[in-house]
């Protein structure tokens, strides 16, 4: 009897694991729809590169494509340029299309590598959007990807708005707090917001974090860092634009880089209560 019985609760416990586990397929299902490759994981269709230094052929090297992801700084020594000034592989790869209202998804993970002027920025890259000049740097909306292992404080999520400013939200100045957690308007700020830092991360471990950037014309914009909200600002200065990845002063790679295009806005409220 206490065999049957024992056999009884072991094939519930196998039931119950395969409910929850076919549940959380079809939630993340449902969460995947309407996304789209943004970038292709094979080569640079859609997209062009660009350095600092002009070089094309560097920086088919800097931005290398390896399983899917692209591996950025792969082919390059350790410390190259490192505080010399010169700086010649800071760079992004861009989209050639606008985007103006979208869901975008992509993951990232630092690699052992420094480059360029890390003594200044430590581990830094990071997702430029709404950019209307794509020079180096560019002119549009950053989400921020840093680490600092000096403070060991994430800076991911962050905005830098260079040549744009946005209505940004913040309780003690310094990093942001949503209005129902105290956030007061900041209006027209611009250059370096902190985000807040309640989300888990991933440093310098080899593991993958996971970002999100929700933009709704020059209406608002939400960053979430590893499904947490970390960053928000409304009314806009720029209303679309074209998407860049950095590369900068540390070896990083990207993959998973998706998009969700929408037609009209969704309301801000709809992602606030998540």
């Known amino acids: 009897m206490k065999d049957q019985k024992s056999i009884f609760n072991l094939q519930l416990i196998v039931v ?154 913040s309780a003690d100045g310094e990093t942001f707090s949503a209005p129902k957690n105290g956030g007061k308007k900041k209006e027209q700020s611009k250059n370096e917001l902190h985000a807040s830092k309640e989300a888990e991360y991933n440093a310098l471990n080899d593991e993958w974090n996971k970002c999100e950037i929700i933009v709704m014309g020059d209406e608002y914009t939400i960053h979430k860092l590893n499904g947490k909200i970390v960053n928000m600002a409304t009314n806009l200065s720029v209303s679309e634009g074209i998407i860049g990845f950095q590369s900068e002063t540390a070896e990083i790679f990207y993959r998973n880089i998706k998009i969700k295009e929408l037609d009209k806005s969704i309301a801000i409220k709809k992602f606030l209560k998540n």
């Open 16 to 169: 119950f694991t395969c409910m929850v586990t076919l549940c959380n397929l079809q939630a993340q299902k449902s969460s995947d729809k309407g996304f789209v490759d943004l970038f292709n994981g094979k080569d640079w269709n859609g997209w062009h590169l660009k350095l600092r230094n002009g070089d094309a052929e560097m920086a088919q090297k800097v931005y290398a494509i390896e399983d899917g992801m692209v591996h950025v700084f792969k082919d390059s020594p350790d410390s190259l340029n490192l505080n010399t000034g010169d700086n010649g592989t800071h760079g992004l790869f861009y989209t050639d299309k606008k985007y103006s209202k979208y869901i975008l998804r992509f993951e990232y993970k630092w690699g052992e590598k420094i480059t360029n002027n890390f003594d200044q920025w430590q581990y830094d890259a990071g997702c430029y959007y709404h950019v209307f000049d794509d020079s180096v740097w560019p002119k549009g909306i950053e989400y921020q990807v840093r680490y600092n292992h000096l403070t060991e404080r994430n800076h991911t999520g962050d905005f830098w708005a260079a040549g744009t400013t946005l209505d940004w939200y």
